[in-house]
């Protein structure tokens, strides 16, 4: 097996060891488990709950485009164009991309 060394402020490794003695862990044990849960490889960990959230917000998403889309098609292009804009400031959208 494979052995790191990090180092930690006082106050995360006390948070950590605390949190490890009341899951009845190996303050070790207990970070391994953070990471991977972390890194995707627990199946029920952070990336699923996150994964989760993001396919709820894309449906909520797209029933509201849908539906303003119908109602008022130059309310839904100006908001497009207005997350577009909020995305290329952020470096979230490539620019070769940018195209509606």
Do not use: N, W
């Not at 009341?22 to 488990?33: H, N, Q």
């Not at 849960?37 to 909520?60: K, M, N, V, W």
């Not at 309310?75 to 207005?82: A, H, K, R, S, T």
């Amino acid at each position: 097996m494979a052995r790191i060394t990090i180092r930690l402020d006082d106050a995360l490794f006390r948070r950590l060891d605390g949190r490890a003695r009341d899951a009845g862990s190996p303050t070790a044990a207990y970070c391994r488990d953070i990471l991977e849960r972390f890194e995707g490889t627990d199946p029920s960990g952070y990336h699923a709950r996150f994964d989760e959230l993001h396919a709820t917000c894309i449906q909520a998403l797209a029933i509201l485009a849908a539906s303003v889309g119908k109602r008022t098609p130059e309310v839904l292009e100006q908001g497009l164009d207005d997350a577009r804009r909020l995305l290329r400031e952020r470096g979230l959208l490539d620019p070769e991309q940018d195209r509606p």
